[in-house]
């Protein structure tokens, strides 16, 4: 079964704190993103990658960095944790040109920063 | 701005009636149209999708409809049973912007039995 698993599946974090937040899949996707979900909001894109080292900015990017040295593997870095960053971070990853198809997600990580 | 909307944030069914979620979008340039369905605690797994070429695809339980001119779609579930409960977004998509995702703010469906 194919899988993108995320390492946790609830953090809490102090305000201010450096905090990574793993993902990786075992479909060999090339392209790989990092979502949040906020109620109303519903998700929200925050960075995504089309390949090993590449990545570009979503519509959120703001407080957030990531890194992608592997290709199933993408992490999402909030460089100084704060507390309207607490959220559902969802990862998620899919092949070029799955327009029809979309992404197979995580089962997300709930963060909250206090 | 959202470019996806859901303007119903919930909806309560019961058991063996329709269900019937709206979704409007102002980006003519998206050439795919996408649901997705969330239980608490879990990812959004995929659900149905339409091509901007079509104005109706069907999946069993599931339908599809595009409007076009409207900039509108609707899922219509017929039955629904208790296990749609769930929240729904709907997602859109468009070649030229490598097909990423544009998500609505999701819809809570209630099934009551």
């Known amino acids: 079964d194919v899988k993108v698993t995320q390492s946790s599946r609830y953090l809490v974090k102090r305000t201010g704190e450096k905090v990574f937040l793993e993902c990786v899949q075992d479909?060999?996707?090339?392209?790989m993103f990092w979502y949040r979900q906020d109620p109303g909001l519903g998700l929200r894109l925050i960075y995504f990658s089309y390949d090993v080292k590449m990545k570009e900015k979503g519509d959120i990017p703001e407080g957030y960095s990531v890194s992608r040295e592997k290709k199933e593997r993408f992490s999402l870095i909030l460089e100084s944790a704060s507390t309207n960053q607490t959220s559902m971070y969802l990862c998620a990853s899919s092949r070029p040109g799955t327009g029809s198809y979309g992404y197979t997600f995580g089962s997300g990580t709930r963060l909250t920063v206090v | 701005d959202q470019q996806v909307k859901q303007n119903s944030p919930s909806l309560s069914v019961q058991e063996g009636r329709i269900s019937i979620l709206n979704c409007d979008y102002t980006n003519s340039m998206f050439d795919y149209f996408l649901w997705y369905k969330k239980y608490p605690a879990e990812g959004p797994t995929f659900l149905i999708s339409?091509?901007?070429?079509?104005d109706k695809n069907e999946d069993g339980r599931f339908t599809v409809f595009l409007n076009k001119s409207a900039k509108h779609l609707s899922l219509h579930i017929v039955p629904s049973q208790p296990g749609d409960s769930a929240v729904y977004f709907c997602a859109a998509s468009f070649k030229a912007a490598g097909n990423k995702l544009t998500f609505g703010g999701g819809t809570r469906v209630l099934v009551k039995p």
């Open positions: 479909m060999d996707h090339e392209n």
């Open positions: 339409i091509s901007s070429i079509k």
